[in-house]
């Protein structure tokens, strides 16, 4: 797993979060739910298939305003 953070550069000071790793976890839940409430962009990727994908409901839930 890793994962960055940056608040300068072009996205206009925002925080910007990526994550790498098993998308389909608390963890990388919790990294889209606190980046998203702090007014921050977060980019997650991981393997391909079922076993590793993001949950439908967090997605959605993450795609509020």
Do not use: C
Request: proline share 5%.
């Amino acid at each position: 797993y890793g994962s960055a953070a940056s608040k300068t550069g072009a996205n206009g000071g925002r925080l910007r979060f990526a994550f790498l790793g098993d998308t389909r976890n608390n963890v990388t839940y919790d990294v889209i739910r606190s980046t998203l409430l702090f007014g921050g962009d977060v980019v997650i990727a991981g393997p391909p298939g079922e076993t590793y994908e993001t949950e439908r409901e967090v997605l959605e839930e993450a795609e509020q305003p």
